[in-house]
């Protein structure tokens, strides 16, 4: 082919993730069985699925849910749901997913202009772009007269509730995967923007493509100050022993608040997103808005006994979208949730539970939704600055992740127990969102 | 007040009155609860802890238990439980994890008794010991339950359901030593209170969380229990096994469910989500609700019998922040507004009809069904009480038997089989059906056929043959017997009709009305056609042409009069007649542009058919000189209709496919469609497959040709290890073999796969041919004897 003058492009990417070394991928053993299965049913095995194939449990429920979502029978016509997957990527400015779901809706037969823009799409699909943005950025203030707007404002572009749930079921699973991909420095697949280049390789000069996630490695630096593991486990050991001392209400308030509002730094700079993902974007000045400090106004706050995902939220997708999705998202949170090794860092045999359960609730807490019957104190002892960094920016701002935050935290930890700190962070956040939408549906049925 | 009374008897002195009635609370209740007496009633949730006592006719705000300027989180119920053995006392579960009890005896603003924040999670439940005065019970979200002393500070003992969360408690109402535990994985547990070491039974109840469970007042053994899959279901637990004894298929998750005092059979149930409705169900017929309550705008939360002798009072507490008083005579009877009658038609065309007793019996004529007494009563009530009944508890059940030679159908399965619905011009298929009609000795189908084909053929090819009637009827045109009366645009028939026609017309079978009427210049095009004679008459009008040319054709006719009696084998010697589909619109579009829409009566020349087609005409007067096709329109949907209307839907379907687009847009979309829908259901049931799919086929509405594009997938097993194939045809997920190898040459077969239904083997079609043709022994040497036919 060279002879004929047909350039061949050169793969960029080194591995699926810039964070995390390609042996220690296939050093962690991936399950077969489960990449086979994902081979065959997507035709390739994308930089996500063999990330997450660190935690082959996890993966499986995953990508049966992404299949119900985007395949199996469903009220939204195939080329829609990629669309509005893309739609959805395109808020966190993640080129990854808005490039695979492109790929997928041209698949589908879906109309290539769509991709210009959002002027290109019909209405109905337009009206979708407030829910889009809340959902994505502030999903606290969606109310239900979001959803009345688009649920009855006459003539064609009404939306059913069937066809709302199970879209607003596809944003939320596209904007948590874009924490994830930005979270675990996904580089982008050989064949999209960014992840090939026609020049030859140079072994003095490595190969970086402007799109992959910045590649600072702020490990040197990092000699000392993280949270040693050991500390860690005592604290564990000790919150979970600790009676409960009774607290007063404004003390846990307080706890929660703090946590809540608490500043911390995000802001790093990227370079201007590709063209593809900037054109569908709307407002893209709007996103995550820190709480303010307790006391100006009392930001909303959800309480999760009003309105849980196991009570609520599962009854009412179960009864609007065909059987499958509900259960799936549901067996999805159960796996993340009760998923353990029983290990931390290099010691084994540790019950993990309440570092898990103060990571979700932490993210929870982020979306302003609160346990009562959780003591937000221990998310201060548990979670060290630099996780919370981690975290905060990975569920608020995910396109800000840089190589830096990423190693910044759990120094001594493994790279798939950090890859199971994302798992946490996606799915809670997806959670959330959910919640908060439900939540608005429920109000405007009512 | 007669049923008032006999709750005065049920009760003893302690018999209350009441009406329907409710209050607004100031927030959502999450639980409620009375006290024994039934005069008070406890409302709790995230931001209300109230008393109200119940009067005659309204509830009154007794006692405020939320006190304090920033109640504390242990005020956030989540459940609520008065008492059944002290007064004073009350217990709550708070949402943080703490279970708190109230002792309204004590004098202080503040009612708080005792606290214990022994669980981690939010508390889904508190249970106090029916009998035992100490003893309090309850269940949390962290997945354990403790059983509390109350005169102690601490839970005397921790049961561990090593499981999730627990959703709901209930101690046995007789056994002193059970109770029950639900839990959000679907499982329920029994426990002895001595033994908290572990469960003395265990039993996967629903599939998801179980919200609620329930000891029957009376009957030790039974448990209803209520989860998120919709489901009541009511199990015995004495025997070994626990077994399902009844299953209630509600519409949404169970939150609640409670029996109803002194009445067995009868539970109330409400949801978490979604419907707001209490329903009073009867175990026994899980299908409708016995009773509804629909008060509420907003999910109940809390539901209670007021008294536990009391079947007719209930009360209940919902999120949009009321408490009911429910009166069961209030109540909406669903079973009311049901339809009383049944009716099913068996295999041999028996027809079963079921209805009220009343109803029936008066028919004097009914003969007894073989099959024993039809009459039987669903069930009986010991208490014929007219409000603790559904509305009619027996049913007649009538069968009418059918003539099985009378009714046969073969005619239908002929007909479909016969009739021709494309693929020839349109009025070939005209003939061809009514010939088909005919010979199955329907002649008035078959009269119908024809009568189309002369309405709606194209004019070009027409010739009418009998031109000695024509001139005899000139006088009375107007009136005659005119089936199709087409007019004819001047310069766009005749040249379309040149074009089609392939000269068989013969131009002497022309009629012409003599003097006033005007053919239009298709003169010479009639010429050159001929032989296709039969045709209906037509007429045009146009003024261009000169009418010597006419007239000259006007008396030679040789036609055979015999002919016109059979006009459909007529037919026959004519061949390839353009099937002129012209729409409706299409015509009247071209009689307004017509130059001729002045139309004066003088300019007609109609061509009428012989006699024989008197008994089927429309003698109907001519209003206007040109009758184009959708000038019988009108009629024909009537006639379509009428064939529908008569139960011969396969007539009205077979119509409009041969009509098309002439008739199409006349009859509404939903019509056709629920008539193909008819015709193609009743096909399938005569397992008409292949007519049925020509039909969808044809058909041009969007709704029934999408019923050939659905389940077109075919499932099958991997043949190695027997599991279902989901991905791919020919490579298995589970065992990574290719399942579907051709047994002759071994290679993967991607197409068409042929196999053997004794031995399972098979391969490429061609390969087994060919293999079996000169081998009667399966390829893959697995010594069946295989055939290939």
């Known amino acids: ?446 | 007040m007669e049923k008032m009374s006999r709750v005065t008897t049920a009760l003893g002195s302690s018999a209350f009155s009441g009406r329907t009635m409710f209050c607004h609370l100031d927030a959502p209740a999450n639980a409620i609860s009375v006290c024994r007496d039934a005069t008070q009633v406890v409302v709790a949730g995230r931001n209300i802890f109230k008393i109200y006592t119940l009067e005659e006719e309204q509830f009154v705000e007794k006692l405020n238990l939320r006190v304090g300027r920033k109640p504390s989180l242990n005020f956030s119920c989540a459940d609520v439980m008065w008492h059944q053995m002290e007064e004073n006392l009350l217990a709550t579960a708070a949402t943080n994890g703490a279970v708190v009890t109230w002792n309204l005896g004590k004098p202080s603003r503040n009612k708080q008794d005792q606290l214990f924040t022994e669980h981690k999670r939010t508390v889904n439940k508190v249970c106090f010991h029916p009998t035992e005065v100490y003893m309090l019970l309850s269940g949390s979200q962290d997945g354990f339950m403790k059983c509390f002393d109350l005169r102690k500070k601490e839970s005397v003992s921790t049961f561990s359901g090593q499981s999730e969360s627990v959703r709901d408690v209930q101690f046995s109402m007789k056994d002193y030593f059970t109770f029950a535990a639900s839990f959000e994985n679907g499982n329920v547990q029994l426990w002895d209170i001595r033994r908290p070491d572990r469960y003395e039974r265990m039993f996967t109840a629903h599939t998801g969380p179980v919200f609620c469970c329930d000891w029957h007042p009376d009957d030790r053994g039974w448990l209803a229990t209520g989860g998120r899959d919709k489901m009541v279901k009511v199990w015995d637990m004495t025997t070994n096994r626990a077994k399902e004894i009844h299953c209630v298929q509600t519409i949404a998750s169970v939150a609640r469910v409670k029996w109803r005092p002194e009445r067995k059979w009868h539970l109330a149930t409400c949801s978490m989500m979604v419907d707001h409705n209490i329903y009073v169900w009867d175990i026994r017929r899980p299908f409708i609700p016995f009773a509804t309550f629909e008060e509420h705008k907003d999910v109940t939360t809390g539901i209670v019998w007021r008294h536990q002798h009391d079947p007719y009072f209930l009360l209940s507490g919902s999120k949009d922040s009321t408490l009911y008083q429910h009166m069961f005579k209030d109540a909406s009877r669903p079973v009311d507004k049901a339809n009383p009658e049944g009716l099913c038609f068996g295999l041999f065309g028996d027809l079963a009809f079921a209805a009220k007793e009343s109803l029936i019996s008066s028919d004097a004529n009914r003969k007894p069904y073989p099959g024993g007494d039809r009459r039987y009563p669903i069930f009986f009530f010991k208490k014929p009480d007219p409000t603790e009944q559904f509305a009619h508890v027996s049913s007649a059940l009538s069968v009418f038997e059918t003539d099985l030679d009378s009714n046969r159908m073969d005619w239908f399965v002929k007909t479909a089989r016969l009739y021709l619905l494309s693929g020839k011009p349109f009025a070939e298929l005209c003939d061809h059906n009514a010939k088909v009609a005919r010979e199955l000795n329907r002649p008035q189908v078959s009269t119908t056929w024809t009568m189309l084909r002369i309405m709606f053929s194209d004019p070009a090819n027409l010739t009418t043959p009998g031109p000695n009637h024509n001139i005899s009827k000139l006088g009375t045109l107007p009136l005659m017997n005119s089936f199709s009366m087409k007019e004819m645009g001047s310069g766009m028939g005749s040249e379309s009709r040149l074009e089609r026609s392939k000269g068989e017309s013969r131009q002497d079978n022309i009629h012409l009305e003599p003097g006033n009427s005007h053919i239009s210049n298709n003169n010479d095009e009639n010429e050159e056609t001929e032989g296709s004679e039969g045709q209906a008459e037509y007429m045009f009008g146009d003024a261009e042409l000169d009418d010597d040319d006419l007239y000259s054709m006007e008396h030679d006719n040789q036609t055979e009069e015999q002919e016109y009696i059979l006009p459909q084998e007529a037919f026959q010697l004519r061949h390839e007649i353009m099937d002129n589909p012209s729409a409706p619109e299409h015509l009247q579009q071209d009689k307004a542009d017509s130059p001729h829409v002045s139309g004066n009566e003088a300019e007609v020349m109609c061509l009428t058919p012989i006699e024989s087609f008197s008994l089927i005409s429309i003698s109907q007067p001519l209003f206007s000189p040109h009758l184009p096709a959708s000038f019988f329109c009108p009629v024909v949907r009537e006639m379509l209709s009428y064939y529908a209307e008569q139960g011969d839907v396969q007539m009205a379907v077979s119509v409009l496919i041969v009509l098309g687009d002439r008739i199409r847009k006349e009859i509404d979309d939903l019509t056709q469609e629920h008539w193909y829908m008819s015709y193609i259901d009743l096909l399938q049931r005569f397992e008409l497959w292949n007519v049925s799919n020509e039909v969808i086929k044809l058909s041009t509405c969007s709704a029934i040709t999408c019923l050939n594009q659905a389940s077109t997938t075919l499932h099958i097993n991997c043949s190695n290890c027997k599991r279902p194939m989901s991905n791919k045809g020919w490579i298995c997920d589970r065992c990574h073999q290719c399942a579907s190898v051709c047994a002759v040459c071994h290679h993967v077969v991607k197409g068409l796969f042929v196999w053997c239904q004794g031995c399972s083997h098979g391969g490429h079609l061609e390969h087994m041919m060919n293999w079996l043709k000169s081998s009667s022994h399966c390829p893959a040497g697995c010594g069946h004897l295989c055939e290939y036919t």
């Open chain 1, 1 to 446: 082919m060279t002879e004929r003058g047909v350039e061949i492009p050169r793969a960029l990417a080194l591995g699926p993730s810039a964070f995390i070394p390609a042996k220690e991928m296939l050093k962690e053993g991936p399950d077969q069985d489960v990449l086979l299965e994902a081979f065959l049913s997507l035709g390739r095995v994308d930089h996500i699925t063999m990330v997450m194939a660190m935690h082959p449990s996890y993966l499986s429920c995953f990508l049966r849910t992404q299949h119900a979502l985007l395949e199996l029978d469903g009220p939204l016509p195939r080329p829609w749901r990629h669309y509005i997957a893309v739609m959805a990527a395109a808020r966190h400015q993640c080129s990854y997913l808005v490039q695979q779901h492109s790929a997928g809706f041209l698949e589908v037969g879906g109309e290539e202009s769509w991709l210009g823009g959002l002027e290109f799409v019909p209405t109905k699909l337009r009206s979708l772009q407030t829910l889009n943005k809340l959902l994505a950025h502030r999903p606290w203030l969606i109310t239900q007269q979001h959803i009345q707007e688009l649920v009855c404002p006459g003539a064609e572009s009404r939306w059913s509730l069937a066809e709302l749930i199970h879209a607003v079921v596809l944003m939320a699973h596209a904007h948590s995967l874009s924490s994830f991909v930005w979270g675990c420095g996904l580089n982008p697949e050989p064949d999209h923007i960014g992840g090939y280049t026609f020049y030859p390789p140079s072994p003095s000069n490595l190969p970086r493509s402007p799109h992959s996630p910045a590649h600072e490695d702020g490990r040197q630096e990092l000699a000392d100050g993280g949270m040693e593991v050991e500390v860690l486990m005592k604290r564990m050991v000790e919150l979970q022993q600790q009676q409960e001392e009774e607290c007063s209400q404004e003390e846990m308030l307080t706890r929660f608040e703090r946590e809540r509002s608490e500043s911390i730094p995000t802001a790093v700079v990227r370079g201007a997103p590709p063209d593809v993902v900037l054109r569908l974007v709307e407002d893209p000045e709007f996103i995550y808005e820190d709480f303010a400090p307790r006391g100006e106004q009392a930001p909303p706050t959800m309480r999760a006994q009003d309105y849980s995902w196991e009570d609520h939220g599962f009854s009412l997708v179960n009864r609007l979208l065909p059987d499958q999705v509900g259960q799936l998202l549901d067996e999805k949170f159960q796996v993340v949730s009760n998923l353990t090794y029983h290990r931390m860092a290099m010691h084994e045999g540790v019950d993990t539970h309440t570092l898990r359960k103060a990571l979700w609730n932490y993210i929870h807490c982020l979306y302003g939704i609160r346990y009562d019957d959780y003591d937000y104190g221990g998310v201060n002892v548990l979670l060290e600055r630099s996780l919370k960094v981690f975290v905060k920016t990975m569920a608020c701002h995910p396109e800000q992740t840089t190589a830096r935050i990423y190693h910044a935290f759990w120094r001594h930890f493994r790279h798939s127990e950090k890859v199971h700190a994302n798992l946490i962070v996606m799915e809670a956040r997806l959670q959330a969102a959910l919640l908060y939408t439900l939540r608005a549906i429920t109000h405007y049925m009512r």
